[in-house]
């Protein structure tokens, strides 16, 4: 079984992230989904929201300049959390397993964030994900999800393979989703309010809007 600890310990102990992802901007897509939510006044500046994965801080430092003030950020790597707490002076940020399910109460979050980590885990760990999300979302909470895609007829157990290794093969396991996958599976446990591709690198990406069913 894949220690997701250890794995991720060891990725940001040797700054195998650096070139791979951590240095990357946060993609318009993302911050646009954030600016839509404000316009609409799903979200306010006091908004709680949770980044899950949230890595070296990078999702929190662009909240934080958005002007969020109630900013969370939860990692299973210990060495992340160290960084993203050096980063960030106004998040709380602490280390647990998403899937073991996190020590906060339930209907906490207006917003819940997940850049890649969901992508991270096997899918077979997607549906405790995904039941967690629902039980620290409000009921009128949403979720805003950054996923690699997947190629049509591959099978979703199988990790996709980067053009440009950048993270030793036996740390560097992301897994992707299609089109079906979408509706299919994240549809189970969210309304899909916006699912939209972009290509911004040699493997794609899904950004997906969604709203906790009621």
């Known amino acids: 079984m894949l220690d997701y600890q250890k794995r991720f310990n060891k990725i940001y102990r040797y700054s195998y992230d650096i070139p791979s992802w951590s240095c990357y901007p946060i993609s318009e897509d993302i911050v646009g989904f954030v600016k839509t939510l404000l316009s609409k006044g799903v979200l306010k500046k006091n908004s709680s929201i949770l980044d899950v994965g949230c890595g070296r801080g990078r999702l929190l430092v662009k909240l934080e300049k958005l002007g969020f003030t109630n900013t969370t950020g939860v990692d299973i790597s210990s060495v992340a959390v160290k960084y993203a707490k050096n980063q960030n002076r106004n998040s709380t940020i602490f280390k647990a397993d998403i899937v073991k399910g996190l020590p906060i109460p339930g209907n906490t979050f207006d917003l819940i964030m997940d850049l890649t980590m969901t992508?991270?885990?096997?899918?077979?760990?997607?549906?405790?994900?995904?039941?967690?999300?629902?039980?620290?979302?409000?009921?009128?909470?949403?979720?805003?999800?950054?996923?690699?895609?997947?190629?049509?007829?591959?099978?979703?157990?199988?990790?996709?393979?980067?053009?440009?290794?950048?993270?030793?093969?036996?740390?560097?396991?992301?897994?992707?989703?299609?089109?079906?996958?979408?509706?299919?599976?994240?549809?189970?446990f969210f309304?899909?309010?916006?699912?939209?591709?972009?290509?911004?690198?040699?493997?794609?990406?899904?950004?997906?809007?969604?709203?906790?069913?009621?």
């Open 119 to 188: 992508s991270s885990c096997r899918p077979r760990l997607w549906p405790k994900i995904y039941q967690e999300f629902n039980r620290l979302l409000k009921n009128d909470g949403h979720i805003i999800l950054e996923m690699f895609i997947r190629p049509p007829n591959t099978l979703l157990s199988c990790p996709l393979t980067k053009k440009s290794e950048k993270i030793p093969d036996r740390l560097d396991q992301i897994f992707g989703i299609t089109n079906e996958d979408v509706d299919h599976i994240i549809g189970r």
């Open 191 to 214: 309304t899909i309010i916006k699912a939209r591709k972009s290509y911004p690198d040699s493997l794609g990406r899904y950004y997906i809007l969604a709203k906790k069913t009621k």
